[in-house]
């Protein structure tokens, strides 16, 4: 299996709702990322797992939750977000953290808040 | 600190003809370098990377980069355009000398390849 899954491919959602998006991966990975990406414009990280701990926090805000249950899935749980956080939000996983490794990313889930 | 830059937002080439999406980028040290393409509605594609050694890398599909270091370019090329080549491509760069965790990447703005018939 060498992809990345993510689930749901689309959500609506509205400013008072909580969501969780999913990421899986059976690659071995032992690192994961979340991404947010607007249209036409590069992907902008937001959280960095490494051996399932949280490494990297881009200064995300805290309607954002990321977490990581087991080396191979990957959540980021939404609460009270603003309609500007309406993105495609990107999961990848590479072998390990280490810069060399390339990144896989997953289809994506077409984010919209109401 | 570590940029890159793609300083075309759209190219453009005739089917059958060959394409160069170009890409410089600026590092401390020497570089790891990636290249990307994303289809609509899709997520990124790993295309090829170079890390080390020989500067002409082959990757996915057709396509191929040569690193430059001393014009700190890192073109994605291909000898013969498809129309399904036509994507958004992003390239990316990684400083290996920058302290810190993690495999933060630094993209380009992306360059939109066109190709028609």
């Known amino acids: 299996d060498t992809e990345v899954t993510q689930t749901p491919k689309h959500l609506v959602m509205g400013m008072t709702n909580k969501k969780s998006l999913k990421c899986e991966q059976h690659m071995g990975h032992r690192a994961m990322y979340w991404y947010k990406q607007k249209a036409k414009k590069p992907p902008e990280l937001m959280f960095v797992?490494?051996?399932?701990?949280?490494?990297i926090n881009e200064s995300v805000p805290s309607r954002f939750s990321p977490e990581c249950p087991n080396s191979s899935l990957l959540n980021l749980h939404l609460h009270a977000l603003q309609p500007e956080d309406s993105a495609l939000y990107l999961c990848?996983?590479?072998?390990?953290?280490?810069?060399?490794?390339?990144?896989?990313f997953g289809p994506g889930t077409r984010l919209t808040v109401l | 600190a570590q940029s890159v830059a793609q300083p075309e937002d759209q190219v453009n080439v005739a089917e059958g003809n060959p394409l160069t999406v170009k890409c410089t980028y600026s590092v401390s040290g020497n570089p790891y370098l990636f290249w990307y393409v994303q289809y609509p509605n899709r997520g990124l594609q790993f295309l090829l990377k170079?890390?080390?050694?020989?500067?002409l890398v082959k990757g996915s599909y057709g396509f191929e980069a040569e690193f430059n270091k001393s014009q700190t370019s890192f073109h994605l090329k291909k000898p013969s355009a498809l129309v399904s080549d036509s994507a958004l491509y992003f390239c990316a760069v990684r400083d290996p000398t920058l302290t810190g965790g993690g495999n933060k990447l630094t993209f380009g703005t992306g360059t939109q390849l066109k190709v028609e018939l």
């Open positions: 990848a996983s590479s072998l390990t953290a280490e810069r060399y490794n390339e990144q896989f």
């Open positions: 797992y490494s051996y399932e701990k949280l490494s």
């Open positions: 170079y890390i080390t050694g020989d500067n």
